[in-house]
């Protein structure tokens, strides 16, 4: 359903964006006055400009949103490892506590890999049920108590990942609620317009309507790619955070799987 969202998306940027060249371009024609052997170099020559004004400030907004897009997938991945360091961790250093704390975990990551991306996709935030599955995994750690050096580094070892934990989920957070963007929407397609209207000393030819309708077309497609990256967590660029879905698929979920069947068996049990 992803890729339909997206494609869908895609078309109707470019269809617009062709749509808003082609409608500017016309009403130039209607309106503006009669050109002499001068006015087709000072449109190109205005043109130029323009485009490369447009065509800068497209590049630098695009760039800035890929690398954002490509930082929070990168946090994406680095939470996941820190996840799975704990709860790897937590197997080495032994004792009754084990179960319980990477039970914690793996309700953690149910949360923080599909709940909680789409809270931040619709705008509403990191879930407190997220924050409330992370303290209990911190506070279990606290509540250890080492008995040799090697408890003592692993558990240290432990509350520095979940430290580490805590400020990715700040960061995604913040890569959520950054819509600086929506600032560059208004110079964007003012942009298209502006450029489109030079164009108007040339007849509406077959050609030269298609070539304006490649301009329209391809700004409408870098236009939709920014707009794309502007939220990682909503669609049409929705992150999937694939390394926490390979854990949930691996020995963390099968932890947390085990630890359901246990509470409904206690809750038969009671009944």
Excluded at 169 to 191: K, V
Aim: hydrophobic share 50%; charged share 20%.
């Amino acid at each position: 359903m992803g890729w339909l969202v997206s494609l869908l998306t895609g078309l109707l940027f470019s269809a617009a964006a062709v749509a808003l060249v082609l409608t500017t371009y016309a009403l130039a024609r209607r309106f503006m006055p009669e050109q002499d052997d001068k006015t087709a170099d000072a449109a190109s020559s205005i043109g130029f400009r323009i485009a490369a004004l447009h065509g800068l400030i497209l590049a630098l907004v695009y760039a800035q949103e890929l690398d954002d897009y490509k930082t929070v997938r990168q946090i994406l991945t680095n939470e996941a490892v820190a996840i799975a360091d704990i709860f790897n961790d937590m197997r080495r250093y032994g004792g009754a506590e084990v179960e319980t704390v990477q039970a914690g975990l793996a309700d953690y990551l149910q949360i923080a890999a599909i709940d909680e991306l789409g809270s931040l996709g619709d705008g509403d935030g990191l879930l407190l049920a997220g924050w409330r599955r992370w303290e209990n995994v911190y506070e279990n750690l606290l509540n250890l108590e080492p008995e040799n050096e090697r408890q003592r580094f692993l558990q240290q070892t432990m509350l520095d990942r979940s430290k580490q934990i805590a400020s990715f989920r700040q960061q995604r957070e913040a890569a959520a609620s950054d819509n600086y963007s929506s600032l560059f929407w208004g110079p964007a397609i003012i942009g298209v317009i502006l450029l489109a209207i030079p164009y108007y000393v040339f007849r509406p030819t077959r050609s030269h309507l298609f070539l304006l309708g490649v301009f329209g077309l391809y700004s409408g497609v870098i236009l939709f790619f920014i707009y794309a990256f502007a939220n990682p967590f909503r669609e049409p660029g929705k992150l999937i955070a694939p390394t926490m879905n390979e854990l949930l698929d691996g020995e963390i979920g099968a932890a947390q799987r085990l630890s359901i069947l246990r509470l409904e068996e206690c809750s038969i049990a009671i009944g």
